[in-house]
């Protein structure tokens, strides 16, 4: 089954959806309940950067569908995306985009909540998000610092070794979920590496003093 026939399958399961068609290679045109209409470009790849929209008239789009788990996207495309107001995500974001019919604007409720809390922080004069996980926090009065938010339930030593892996250079982790049970080991090995873990109200916490 090609990649477009599966995503139209998926697609057509949704409650509100009335119709999927495919209108190119990897587009897809969706109608749904309301009789709005809406251009998804399908992919599946482990990393979406801006290469991942070449030749795609990005300006009729609008969800960039990547039905790779956990996938990595990258700053720019983020900018390009909010620039040209294209949602990204997994097949559970644009079934919650369908739901908040926010489909072009999407962004997932853990993204909004942390974007949110910075956007009131009194000491974040300015952030940007380095990727789909990770933000750089320019301060009042104090260097910036980057976090990684992972929502992870079970956070584990495996948790911070995957997250240095995947995404790079940062000074904390945010456990983005609030349910988040921490195991002993990880804290060792966020240690080993120079790395905080903080919770939601320990980063707000933390901001406001030097790293």
């Known amino acids: 089954m090609s990649l477009n026939s599966w995503c139209l399958e998926k697609l057509n399961n949704h409650d509100k959806v009335k119709s999927v068609e495919e209108v190119g290679d990897n587009l897809l045109k969706v109608i749904n309940d309301k009789d709005d209409e809406f251009i998804i470009f399908t992919k599946s790849e482990d990393r979406s950067t801006i290469e991942s929209v070449a030749g795609v008239d990005v300006e009729r789009l609008d969800f960039l569908l990547n039905i790779k788990k956990d996938a990595y996207v990258d700053g720019q495309l983020l900018q390009l995306a909010s620039s040209a107001q294209f949602g990204i995500g997994g097949l559970s974001d644009i079934f919650s985009a369908f739901n908040d019919r926010n489909i072009s604007c999407y962004i997932s409720s853990e993204m909004y909540f942390i974007i949110r809390g910075l956007v009131q922080h009194t000491k974040v004069i300015n952030f940007e998000r380095l990727d789909n996980r990770r933000f750089r926090i320019d301060r009042v009065g104090l260097d910036s610092v980057v976090i990684l938010a992972l929502n992870d339930y079970d956070f584990t030593a495996d948790s911070v070794r995957s997250g240095i ?30 790395i905080k873990i903080l919770s939601w109200g320990e980063l707000l916490g933390q901001l406001n003093r030097a790293w």
């Not at 049970?181 to 080993?192: F, I, K, L, P």
């Open 165 to 194: 892996e995947k995404y790079g250079s940062f000074e904390a982790i945010l456990t983005s979920n609030p349910n988040c049970r921490r195991t002993g080991n990880c804290q060792m090995a966020a240690d080993s590496a120079g």
